[in-house]
């Protein structure tokens, strides 16, 4: 694949989820306004777990899409049937977390194909599929929106979203199954390397969404709903750093099996990410009335005062972010391992504070903001050159 077609991957690749973050978000300000607080915080609580579960899938999607061939498909199913499995065992424990059993309980059934759908996203990647991986994405939170309004003639407000929700992903599955190769298929991928994968996937969705779930525990309702509907908001700048990450991982995978220098890419991507999540990152820091008028109407009005310390936090998430994703991209020795514990060092921080909040919404959302920005310390340390570490950890970076 020469320059010019990865280029024109990359792009069209960025474009296709900045326009689902965008579908997704217009799914986010319908739901402000269909909503109660407590409602939207509960339906905020079920995105949380989706998103933490969603881990299988992004470690399937990066796996395949450094793989010579195969979709990783047997492998997905069968990873997706154990998690869907141990959701089903512990959905009655749901209402712990403020989610309706029965909600975790479907969500069981569909984590499979979510796997699945990862795994056939990654095989698109790698094969310079660009059009179905952006079209899957498209169709996946487009028909979410479309179905929302017939299912909430049938079903109680946030139980609709989360039907649509569920249906959107299962429609999106064909649109991006995997062409034949010609020859035998390459060996499969290591489990060791998937299970680490999805070690770091986990880890980098519970410090982005566990913050939700610890409201909806430690909060009033109200409370709740209005922190979970800033939080959501704010993910407005993950996801825009977010689909810089997913169109540089394969390309930063391929020069580092070429054994081609990488620290143009990382600087480019960082770059990027400082332009695309920073601009909305601002926007709702310096204008948070503005931004929750619009986002929710008069829905939640106790979001405005949450949302310059929820996009800064999750400012600071992205950027380190996307220097771990260019060190796990990058195949070094012990990368996935030390990108994991990056993760789960900042998710017990984020942990430790959010306990000693008070119960108080202003007060959780200043503290899980420095909890996310630890994350930073840990990426300048292992990305920033060190004579002891750097040729060991990640040669090339």
């Known amino acids: 694949m020469n320059g010019r077609r990865e280029s024109t991957q990359g792009l069209l690749t960025v474009a296709a989820i900045l326009l689902s973050s965008a579908l997704n978000y217009a799914f986010t300000l319908l739901l402000g306004r269909w909503l109660d607080a407590a409602q939207y915080g509960a339906f905020a609580s079920f995105t949380s777990l989706f998103m933490l579960s969603a881990a299988l899938p992004i470690a399937f999607q990066q796996a395949t899409s450094r793989r010579a061939q195969g979709a990783n498909t047997a492998a997905a199913l069968r990873a997706g049937g154990l998690l869907g499995a141990a959701l089903l065992l512990l959905s009655p424990l749901a209402g712990l977390l403020g989610l309706q059993p029965a909600w975790v309980a479907a969500f069981a059934l569909t984590v499979p194909p979510l796997a699945l759908l990862g795994a056939w996203r990654g095989a698109a990647q790698r094969d310079g599929r660009a059009a179905a991986f952006g079209l899957s994405l498209l169709a996946e939170h ?127 991507a960082l770059g990027a990410t400082l332009l695309v999540a920073g601009v909305p990152a601002a926007l709702l820091a310096l204008a948070p009335e503005l931004c929750a008028r619009v986002a929710f109407g008069g829905a939640l009005p106790g979001a405005a005062a949450l949302l310059p310390g929820a996009a800064l936090g999750t400012l600071a998430l992205t950027v380190a972010g996307t220097a771990l994703n260019h060190l796990l991209a990058s195949g070094g020795r012990g990368a996935q391992l030390l990108a994991a514990r990056a993760y789960l060092l900042s998710g017990a921080a984020l942990m430790l504070l959010a306990l000693a909040s008070g119960h108080q919404a202003a007060h959780l959302t200043f503290l899980a903001a420095v909890g996310k920005g630890t994350l930073l310390l840990s990426a300048a340390s292992l990305l920033i050159p060190h004579p002891w570490r750097f040729t060991r950890v990640v040669p090339r970076v």
Do not use: C, H, N
């Open 142 to 268: 487009g028909l979410k929106i479309a179905l929302t309004a017939p299912l909430l003639l049938v079903l109680p407000g946030a139980a609709a979203a989360v039907a649509a929700t569920l249906l959107g992903m299962l429609l999106a599955l064909p649109l991006v199954r995997p062409r034949p190769a010609p020859g035998a298929a390459a060996p499969a991928a290591g489990a060791e390397g998937k299970r680490l994968l999805a070690l770091v996937a986990a880890a980098q969705s519970g410090l982005l969404y566990g913050d939700v779930l610890l409201a909806g525990a430690l909060l009033a309702p109200g409370d709740a709903g209005a922190f979970a509907a800033a939080a959501t908001l704010a993910r407005v700048v993950f996801f825009a750093g977010w689909a810089v990450q997913v169109a540089a991982f394969p390309l930063v995978a391929r020069r580092a099996a070429a054994g081609e220098p990488l620290r143009p890419l990382l600087l480019g």
